[in-house]
């Protein structure tokens, strides 16, 4: 039987991550040849997971021959994922972000709209009688708190946090003391060079005909990073005039106060003043309330684009 490889999204993070090894131990319980895998570096709050919960980072691939065997997990976009996604064979996809492919043959496709991917695959678990030890339950619930900002955002849902108690009634966790401690290791971006933070978590996203990236970063000190706003517009600038984009946003959020400080460049800057009626001074604003990109950003600026 040939292999299956399983990844999330390119800039993974720690949903994408979790859910290819979650995924893939799955799959191999079900006797199924899979292999979990990565299609970026791993984050320093995902560092923190892997750390605690004693498990080794999924395998970094850049490339899979034609026909190989793949699942897709925490994404739906081939934008996304390896660039020969369509020759590849997609057997199954687990997301929770909307429908963005076509496969053009039959597959397996479980979304719902929760808040992570891990609250779809606790119930795959589930469904399939297998046992959720308590490795895969810290993982399982790290990434709930990871996509939800320990239930704060509003993409988390009840069935989110639900199961994220379940499972730290499995991973003998305290949430909101292990989520707080984990969501910082996430806000440490000393190691990382300008370019690197504009990469953690960007998207390439059309806002309509805007050609656009939408970068995220989690803070504890909103302050402390507009330190380098400077750098960061040199950056980002650089990005817009080699991929010619008309916008690029990166949020700043502050994960204790759930707001996010906005930077916006490029000739569409105005489409976030409009969105949120707020007022760009040396392009930046505070945008109160803001905490997920996928539920108050992405639509909001797709609307005034
Ligand atoms: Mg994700
Ligand atoms: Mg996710
Ligand atoms: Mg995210």
């Known amino acids: ?27 191999k319980k079900l006797g199924r040849n899979a292999i979990s895998c990565r299609l970026g570096s791993i984050n320093k709050e995902t ?18 021959e034609a026909g190989t065997e793949v699942i897709l997990v925490d994404t739906a976009n081939r934008k996304e994922v390896l660039d020969n996604i369509d020759e590849l064979k997609i057997r199954k996809i687990v997301d929770h972000h909307q429908v963005a492919i076509n496969t053009g043959y039959p597959l397996y496709y479980r979304a719902e709209p929760v808040g992570c991917t891990e609250t779809i695959m606790y119930k795959l678990y589930k469904e399939n009688g297998v046992e959720i030890e308590k490795t895969i339950a810290i993982l399982m619930l790290s990434a709930i708190i990871s996509d939800t900002l ?56 059309n806002l309509k005909e805007v050609k656009s990236i939408i970068a995220q970063i989690n803070t504890a000190s909103i302050p402390d990073v507009m330190q380098k706003k400077n750098d960061l517009e040199s950056g980002m600038q650089k990005v817009i005039d080699e991929k010619g984009l008309d916008l690029f ?3 700043i959020t502050d994960i204790i106060n759930s707001n996010s400080q906005v930077i916006a460049l490029g000739k569409n800057a105005n489409i976030v003043e409009k969105a949120y009626g707020v007022k760009l001074v040396e392009n930046t604003a505070m945008l109160e309330g803001v905490v997920s990109r996928k539920k108050q950003v992405v639509p909001i600026l797709t609307e005034n684009a």
């Open 1 to 27: 039987m040939g292999e299956i490889l399983v990844f999330g999204h390119k800039n993974p993070d720690t949903d994408s991550i979790v859910s290819s090894l979650v995924m893939a131990n799955l799959e």
């Open 249 to 251: 946003v990166f949020l």
């Open 150 to 205: 320990l239930f704060k955002s509003p993409t988390c849902t009840p069935e989110d946090e639900k199961t994220a108690r379940e499972l730290a009634n499995i991973a003998g966790i305290k949430i909101e003391e292990y989520g707080m401690e984990m969501l910082k290791a996430g806000t440490d971006l000393s190691s990382f060079s300008i370019d690197e933070i504009l990469k953690l978590d960007a998207k390439e996203i």
């Open 47 to 64: 560092e923190y997971v892997l750390n605690y919960a004693g498990v080794e980072a999924p395998k970094l691939i850049e490339s899979a």
